[in-house]
């Protein structure tokens, strides 16, 4: 009966937004100020605060230049549907916790490395790829804490641009996930190879340093709460595009939800393209008794939200709507083989020997 439950339990015991609660509640403006934000966060009984932090006190046209995820051409050309992996779908039979987060696994491991700051460039895609390939990797390999793999954002953003149309160095990037594409073709150098600098915009080494390549990247389900999970569980931090907004950019702590829960584009009717501005990863969950949220790492500094994290409710600001994930394959065992278990990854064999 468990095993059933954690398969077919209804959105609304996660605590998921519905379409039909949000009609009533006043959308965030992106030019709301701190004293607007805060009248509708009271008058739609939300939870959380907002601050004038660093983001808000920019320019409009910086905020806007930080973010910036471009429509494809033709939906029809260009929407790639990727299925679920053979091993994820094999995967979503197995009971999942109420709460997960990389950043605490087992008695106290993280498999997460610091929050990073983009600062003014819109390579905010860079960010969310690095962040899953980081977390596909050090779970794969089990580094954890000050052995976390730190990747190149810069390599991304600008040493692989040339090869693709669908991301642009800080000029964006759109719906296609083509930096998750390049991650497999062509790998990753670590940041100390290249570092990242928002203002020195240049792919400096070329391509003929060494890179990490990854096994396969695959888009998960439209605002399917249990396979973002699933993902989260067993392979790692899961890259996701967000709706944002003034109240978005103000967020210091709590919980955040907003109107945009419904994941349909209004022009196409594809669910992958819900109108999105940001890139941001996923690190974990907390079911939290019917009021769930997800735990999401940005790439605006520690400064920002909760050091850097925001909790957001499960479907809000579209962050359900258009999410992938990367695997990785090491080239030989890192660590020894765990008691047979239904799930094989290295954290688990440290939270079975804790």
Known sequence: MLLLFTLFVGDSAWGVNSVDSQKSKTPFAFDDDIAEIRTKIAANSYDFKVSSNWVVQLSQNLREGMRFRRYPGSVIRRLRERKL??????????????SFDLRNVGSGRSYIGPVRQQGSCGACYAFGACAAAEGAYNLATGSCDQNCVDFSEAFIAFCLDPFYTGFDGCRGSDYEYEELEALVKYGVCYEKQLPYNSAHRSCTS???????????????????????????????????????????????????????????DPGSGVCYYAPTDHVA???????????????????WGSEWG?????????????????????????????????????????????????
Not at 221 to 235: Q, T
Not at 281 to 299: C, E, F, P, Q, T
Not at 315 to 325: E, F, I, K, T
């Open 85 to 98: 992996s053979d091993s994820l779908g094999s995967l979503l039979g197995q009971p999942l916790p109420s």
């Open 206 to 264: 070329g391509l003929d340093m060494p890179t990490v390549h990854f096994t396969s990247w695959h888009r998960l389900p439209c605002n399917d709460v249990l396979a973002i999970k699933a993902a989260i569980y067993h392979f790692g931090v899961v890259d996701v595009a967000v709706a944002t907004n003034s109240a978005f950019d103000a967020y210091a702590s709590g919980i955040y939800e907003d109107t945009k829960t419904d994941c349909i």
């Open 281 to 299: 990863a996923l690190v974990g969950w907390d079911d939290n008794g019917g009021d769930g949220y997800w735990i999401l790492r940005n790439s």
């Open 306 to 354: 909760e050091a850097g994290y925001m909790r957001i409710k499960y479907n809000s600001a579209h962050v359900a709507c258009a999410a992938c994930y990367l695997t990785f394959t090491p080239k030989k065992p890192l660590l020894p083989q765990p008691r047979p278990v239904s799930v094989v990854t290295p954290w688990l064999k440290l939270l079975l020997d804790d």
